[in-house]
Nanobody, 123 residues
């Protein structure tokens, strides 16, 4: 089992920046990809970003490409999501995920979910 705990959400204005963190505990000696999904009110959960175990491979949804950056520190068992130039449409609950398949771009590839952290971007 891997437990994921997100932090860093909050209320910001459009154009601001915010950094989300996700601390993993449990079976952290096993290699796994990590990433972020989000779910806005009334919408389906959607993929945001992925990072491979070693950090050499990253992948982003088109809607956040160029604005968001995912990174990880395996020594701290932590993954980050740096969000710049935030827009009202980025408002959502953001979920940290982990998966043993090596890629976590779809919910079917995710083995573990965090509880989520709320991000609200006001216009």
């Amino acid at each position: 089992q891997v437990q994921l705990v997100e932090s860093g959400g909050g209320l910001v204005q459009a154009g601001d920046s915010l950094t989300l963190s996700c601390a993993a505990s449990g079976r952290t000696h096993v290699t796994y990809a990590m990433g972020w999904f989000r779910q806005a009110p009334g919408k389906e959960r959607e993929f945001v970003a992925h990072i491979s175990w070693g950090g050499s491979s990253t992948y982003y949804a088109d809607s956040v490409k160029g604005r968001f950056t995912i990174s990880r520190d395996n020594a701290k068992n932590t993954v980050y999501l740096q969000m710049n130039s935030l827009k009202p449409e980025d408002t959502a609950v953001y979920y940290c995920v982990a998966g043993y398949a090596g890629i976590v771009t779809t919910p079917q590839l995710v083995d573990y979910w965090g509880q989520g952290t709320q991000v609200i971007v006001s216009s």
